[in-house]
Structure formats: structure tokens, C-alpha cells
T-cell receptor
Framework: DTGVSQNPRHKITKRGQNVTFRCDPI?????LYWYRQTLGQGPEFLTY????????KSRLLSDRFSAERPKGSFSTLEIQRTEQGDSAMYLC????????????????FGPGTRLTVL | AQSVTQLDSHVSVSEGTPVLLRCNYS??????LFWYVQHPNKGLQLLLK??????LVKGINGFEAEFKKSETSFHLTKPSAHMSDAAEYFC????????FGAGTRLAVHP
């Protein structure tokens, strides 16, 4: 399967602990996106990378959140000192960058990592 | 700024009857609009995408959507619902970061 993969699929942690999620994009895609989806809502944008550069961060991404894409391939999303409000599905997507407009082509989503903070 | 509104949080249809899921958008520029579907515990799968090439967009699994600039709408339709269509559907737009509506849960009854 050459789609977007995310690990782990589920994570249960206690409040105050740190967690890290991994996303492996489609291999030829140079853009990688992170979204958060809470119950009954659509996904909300968190951040995105083009190659290893982080180009945009949402205000939703507090100081406790950090994302990296060190070699322009896989990405990690770390949440420090987790809070119960961090419980959500964390979705990763990847795409090619459209050089003509600066936008992105179709984003392909992974299955997500469901985080539960007790 | 761009925003998306899905007008129905739940839609229920009988198998074999038409499906209509409504989406309105607001944008200060020509939008890139799309519909994704999400089955339980799965990621989002693209159904179709509008990129100004044609106002009627055909997608997978028999779905289509029509872009109507005068009504700022991008409603999703299917002539005949199948049980496997039961899922959550998200309308949205954007070029880099995507802005999603709150979703419409489609139930299909035998």
C-alpha cells in the first residue's frame, strides 16, 4: 500500500504526559499537512510543510505542540504536557505542490491517530 | 477569508432514493472546493474536487456536485443511494490549508 500511513492508530495517555505521532506521506509528495478532528466536527488545520520547511502554523498549535519534518519525508507531531482537551483524531495528509499557483494539489489523508487523554 | 457551511448535520434516505447534501461557501476569491467522505474509524477519502474547469464535477461512486457561483453553493448529489454510502461527508475549500464544514452524517435505510 503506497498511501499515507500514521502510527500509532490509537494512543491513550494520562494528563501531563508527552506523546509523539508519526506520519509517512506518499513517497513523491513534497507537502505534508496535519489536522485535528474532534468529535462531531470537521478537521481543523494545524500546520503544513513543504519539504522540510514548516510554511504555516495555525493558532490552534499552542506552545505545547511541535511538528517536524527533518528530512522532508516523514513527519512527527509532539504534544507536551497533554491535557484532556487534546483528545481528538490527528490526521495527516500529503500532496504535491502546484508550482504555478503556489497552492497544493489534492490532499490524500491517512487513517489518523486517535488520542485519548485521561 | 474563506468559510464553508454544511446546511444539514444529518440526512436520512432510503436505499435507491436520491441523495442531496448541501454546502454553501464564502470566499473572497475563486475557490477550490471539494467533498470528502469518512467512514467510521477511517481517514478522509476524496469524492470530487472543483477547480474551475467545469461547473458540474463528477466524482467516484456515482456522486457529483455542481458549483453555482450565484448561489455560492456546491451541493453533492447521487441519483440512487446505496447502503455502503452511509458515512460522514465533509465539504470544504482551500488551496494550501483546507477549511472543512462541520460534516453531514448520511444514513441509508433499507
Amino acid at each position: 500500500d503506497t498511501g499515507v500511513s500514521q502510527n500509532p492508530r490509537h494512543k491513550i495517555t494520562k494528563r501531563g504526559q508527552n506523546v509523539t505521532f508519526r506520519c509517512d506521506p506518499i513517497s513523491e509528495h513534497n507537502r505534508l499537512y496535519w489536522y485535528r478532528q474532534t468529535l462531531g466536527q470537521g478537521p481543523e488545520f494545524l500546520t503544513y510543510f513543504q519539504n522540510e520547511a514548516q510554511l504555516e502554523k495555525s493558532r490552534l498549535l499552542s506552545d505545547r505542540f511541535s511538528a517536524e519534518r527533518p528530512k522532508g519525508s516523514f513527519s512527527t507531531l509532539e504534544i507536551q504536557r497533554t491535557e484532556q482537551g487534546d483528545s481528538a483524531m490527528y490526521l495527516c495528509a500529503s500532496s504535491l505542490a502546484e508550482t504555478r499557483t503556489g497552492g497544493g494539489y489534492t490532499q490524500y489523508f491517512g487513517p489518523g491517530t486517535r488520542l485519548t487523554v485521561l | 477569508a474563506q468559510s464553508v457551511t454544511q446546511l444539514d448535520s444529518h440526512v436520512s434516505v432510503s436505499e435507491g432514493t436520491p441523495v442531496l447534501l448541501r454546502c454553501n461557501y464564502s470566499s473572497s476569491y475563486s475557490p477550490s472546493l471539494f467533498w470528502y467522505v469518512q467512514h467510521p474509524n477511517k481517514g478522509l477519502q476524496l469524492l470530487l474536487k472543483y477547480t474551475s474547469a467545469a461547473t458540474l464535477v463528477k466524482g467516484i461512486n456515482g456522486f457529483e456536485a455542481e458549483f453555482k457561483k450565484s448561489e455560492t453553493s456546491f451541493h453533492l448529489t447521487k441519483p440512487s443511494a446505496h447502503m455502503s454510502d452511509a458515512a460522514e461527508y465533509f465539504c470544504g475549500g482551500g488551496y494550501n490549508k483546507l477549511i472543512f464544514g462541520a460534516g453531514t452524517r448520511l444514513a441509508v435505510h433499507p
